[in-house]
């Protein structure tokens, strides 16, 4: 099929549902045939990224590649991967992808620079911060990074393992606390870094979208952008 998606998704599932819950709301349809094609990949046995990268815990690769050329096989001609701290390995990735790979830290970079503010704070898990897969683009541009301490940062994991848990409710009101706190040190905008934040303060988000940068709408975003243009072409 002509500009079908495939989603590298199951880290977690409930980040993927998102992005797909998101192609549908961003998507302009009038029927079912107009919404862009998507085919998911969720297999949740990715072993944790975090883990892979800060505890010496098994590596994601080989399982991410494996369903990568799954997703081609099943006719994908673009993936995209609803996980921040798995872009880590992204170039592998790339190196092994026979289709377009869209990168969702470029995807959110851009709208960082769309936003025009200079003081950005992020909500990213440990790994992804340690890795620097954001500060460094951020600073490359000028801009100040700002980022939990790391009492406030444990604090960040805490409410993603507590959304992964399924305890909604208590995930939402830790990360509301330490965006607040980013706010106060003087963010003007904060990145969600990770494709489960925003699962978790959407209600936030909903009230206040331009103080937040959703990393998972960016994605999403550069594949309508992608699939308009293929089929332009």
């Not at 494996?66 to 190196?95: D, M």
């Amino acid at each position: 099929m002509k500009g079908l998606i495939g989603v590298l998704g199951g880290m977690g599932p409930a980040a993927t549902a998102d992005l797909f819950n998101k192609f549908i709301a961003f998507t302009k349809a009038n029927c079912d045939q107009e919404h862009i094609p998507l085919i998911i990949s969720s297999i949740p046995n990715i072993p944790d990224r975090t883990q892979a990268l800060m505890h010496d815990g098994n590596s994601p690769l080989p399982l991410m590649q494996n369903y990568l050329h799954l997703l081609e096989r099943a006719g994908a001609e673009c993936i995209v991967i609803p996980c921040n701290t798995a872009h880590y390995w992204f170039s592998q990735l790339k190196e092994s992808c026979h289709v377009e790979l869209l990168s969702i830290i470029d995807s959110t970079m851009q709208e960082v620079v769309n936003s025009k503010k200079k003081n950005i704070g992020l909500l990213a898990t440990n790994a992804t911060v340690y890795m620097g897969l954001y500060q460094q683009k951020i600073e490359e541009l000028g801009l100040n990074c700002l980022t939990p301490n790391k009492e406030e940062q444990q604090k960040v994991m805490k409410s993603i393992y507590l959304l992964k848990s399924g305890e909604i409710e208590k995930a939402e009101n830790l990360m509301k606390e330490i965006a607040d706190q980013l706010f106060k040190q003087g963010a003007e905008v904060i990145v969600l870094g990770c494709t489960e934040v925003p699962v978790i303060l959407n209600k936030e988000i909903d009230k206040y979208k331009d103080k937040y940068i959703d990393s998972t709408s960016a994605l999403v975003h550069a594949g309508i952008n992608w699939y308009q243009k293929r089929q332009r072409n």
